[in-house]
């Protein structure tokens, strides 16, 4: 079409043309800027709830909705930096958890490699691990250990238990091996968001045994948005930052399509979660993830893909403002 206007339009339609994320070109990683990638995978969370490898097909198919100006930064971000869609993960074994992260680590390596940074869609939590067992003390983070700004409703860090119903590098596991193996400082990583009633009262505790920088929910109501965006600007600057986002750390009510979903206290309304994710704005974004969309779960209107890919756009915009800016 020759006409920009009309172009423009075209590609917000969301139920017109091939899906790719963001109605972005369907390529390889050479020479890009910001990978954008499926991660079809749900063996890792190891219950019934496994339509997670769904989520990457479900925000492939509302993502050119997404395709937008952003209006606070001042900033086309798909002008600023070169995005591509590299697909999906292959995972031929995809019944089997341990040889999935493998896989995984094995397709980001060649993403770390090629200096694209990736934003991702999952796919259980344990994507996560598969991913920055690439990315930590890598190319992109110049051989430094990764730090996380990391949102959910639980901690991941269960060490307490060696598998999760057969899963050994599981959706509850990553944050503890990932700092074992030496990929991931705990020390200089946030955890915010964590909430609900745990089945064990020591549930945070291996999380403070790792160093992390845990702020509860109530310690996030009680804090408010700006004192817990400054302590994550003064743990992050400086550092290799990566970004992992788990749906449950929102509300229900504006994210009900997720796996593990924590009814019992309110959740991110989504302007304290963007502003969550903006605490880290302007540093040295190497990658992220959104994570745990259960799309057979989601209402007809698909409002969790829908938020799931608002939450991915504003990765893709402060990445590619840093790409503009060096």
């Not at 490898?53 to 952003?70: D, K």
């Not at 091996?177 to 200089?188: E, F, K, M, S």
């Not at 206290?265 to 880290?280: M, Q, S, T, Y």
């Amino acid at each position: 079409m020759s006409d920009p206007h009309l172009n423009s339009m075209m590609e917000n339609l969301y139920w017109w043309g091939v899906p790719t994320l963001f109605r972005c070109p369907h390529q390889g990683p050479k020479g890009a800027d910001i990978a954008l990638v499926g991660v079809p995978h749900s063996t890792g969370n190891g219950t019934t709830e496994r339509d997670q490898h769904l989520g990457p097909r479900a925000l492939r198919n509302v993502s050119a909705v997404s395709r937008r100006m952003h209006g606070g930064f001042g900033l086309d971000p798909w002008t600023a930096a070169r995005i591509v869609d590299v697909g999906d993960v292959p995972l031929p074994r995809a019944n089997d958890n341990e040889a999935c992260i493998a896989d995984i680590t094995e397709f980001f390596h060649t993403l770390d490699a090629a200096g694209a940074r990736p934003v991702s869609v999952g796919g259980d939590h344990s994507v996560t691990g598969g991913i920055v067992q690439a990315l930590g003390n890598g190319h992109l983070s110049k051989g430094e250990k990764i730090c996380f700004l990391h949102l959910d409703a639980h901690t991941d860090v269960f060490t307490k238990v060696d598998h999760f119903l057969g899963a050994e590098k599981s959706a509850a596991h990553w944050g503890a091996y990932l700092a074992d193996q030496g990929q991931v400082d705990p020390t200089h990583s946030m955890q915010i968001g964590l909430r609900g009633h745990a089945r064990t009262l020591d549930w945070l505790q291996p999380s403070y045994d790792y160093g992390y920088n845990v702020v509860t929910m109530k310690d996030f109501r009680a804090r408010g948005l700006a004192d817990v965006v400054a302590q994550t600007r003064d743990m992050l600057a400086g550092r290799p930052v990566y970004i992992t986002f788990d749906l449950d750390c929102l509300d229900p009510t504006i994210a009900p399509g997720v796996s593990n979903i924590e009814p019992g206290e309110k959740g991110f309304d989504i302007d304290e979660a963007v502003g969550l994710l903006h605490a880290v704005r302007g540093l040295n974004i190497i990658g992220g993830d959104v994570v745990c969309m259960m799309p057979t779960k989601d209402n007809p209107n698909q409002i969790t893909a829908l938020t799931a890919a608002a939450i991915m756009f504003e990765m893709i915009a402060m990445i590619a403002e840093n790409t503009k800016s060096a």
